[in-house]
């Protein structure tokens, strides 16, 4: 499974959410938190429902729901979006203000008392949810650690900048919890979506600093996120050069070997083999 671009689409807009796989993001989430008004809640619930239990609703992404805070807001979501709803309609469930592991394992609790144990996609946007981002991600129930920089920004009273040293600290510590853990680093929100040479710049820096894939609030960001988190043909050919050579070097017995006037060793091999799994998985090889 591949997770490059996350799109969050309105709960109680059924139209939106219909359309949202035709953006080709990998991930469509449909959300019942903060793009839904209260007044609205029981409407988005019903909404949901109805999108996902659909059989005409078929698309080729990963279908997610971002439910309520865990608790009775939470099992209030499920209990109205998993109702009779068959096992493959919804492939995960993201859990907003994860702030400790117990939150995912109330949430990931709830999910089998409904029946419907998918993998848990857990958000932390708060001071105590970084400071506990690596048993928030080693929880069983966890398969991507998301950070959310504007509820963070918010929560201890921050002032979001054009350059992010604000949240940098945090961003950075997210990534290494996530993959302490073996599971996804997905990046915060680039908020202006008509800045695409913005989007684009904030994408290529999450991907420096390890991310899987980011998160987008409109369908146009897909594209351009898509493409920053697809390894391009030269990559994917330095790779290809590096574990060539690694074969190579292991019939002679040879921990160390040069590819294109560069020294390999265990690092750049694992790193050659994350580009082809990225590339495998996005079919570009």
């Not at 865990?70 to 068959?86: F, I, M, N, Q, Y």
Request: charge should be negative; charged fraction near 30%.
């Amino acid at each position: 499974m591949i997770r490059r671009s996350i799109l969050f689409s309105p709960g109680d807009r059924p139209e939106m959410m219909r359309k949202a796989p035709e953006s080709d993001a990998d991930v469509v989430v449909f959300d019942l938190e903060d793009a839904v008004a209260p007044a609205r809640k029981a409407d988005a619930r019903v909404a949901v429902h109805e999108v996902v239990a659909d059989e005409a609703f078929d698309p080729d992404c990963e279908v997610c729901v971002r439910v309520n805070p865990a608790g009775v807001t939470a099992d209030d979501d499920l209990r109205v979006v998993l109702d009779g709803l068959e096992p493959d309609a919804l492939d995960s469930v993201m859990l907003p203000k994860a702030e400790r592991a117990a939150d995912v394992e109330t949430l990931a609790a709830l999910l089998e008392e409904h029946d419907y144990p998918v993998p848990v996609l857990a958000l932390v946007e708060t001071a105590a949810g970084v400071l506990s981002a690596a048993e928030i991600a080693a929880a069983e129930a966890t398969d991507a650690l998301v950070f959310g920089a504007e509820d963070l920004a918010a929560d201890v009273g921050a002032t979001r900048t054009e350059s992010g040293t604000e949240v940098l600290y945090a961003r950075e510590h997210t990534v290494l919890a996530a993959s302490a853990a073996d599971v996804d680093a997905i990046d915060t929100v680039y908020t202006d979506f008509e800045d695409t040479d913005g989007l684009q710049t904030e994408t290529a820096f999450a991907k420096e600093l390890g991310y899987d894939g980011k998160l987008a609030i409109h369908p146009a960001q897909v594209d351009p996120i898509n493409r920053a988190f697809t390894p391009s043909r030269e990559r994917i050919e330095w790779a290809r050069r590096v574990l060539d050579a690694r074969d190579e070097a292991a019939a002679d017995d040879r921990g160390v070997f040069r590819v294109d006037d560069e020294m390999v060793d265990a690092p750049l091999i694992a790193q050659a083999e994350r580009i082809l799994e990225f590339a495998g998985a996005a079919g570009e090889i």
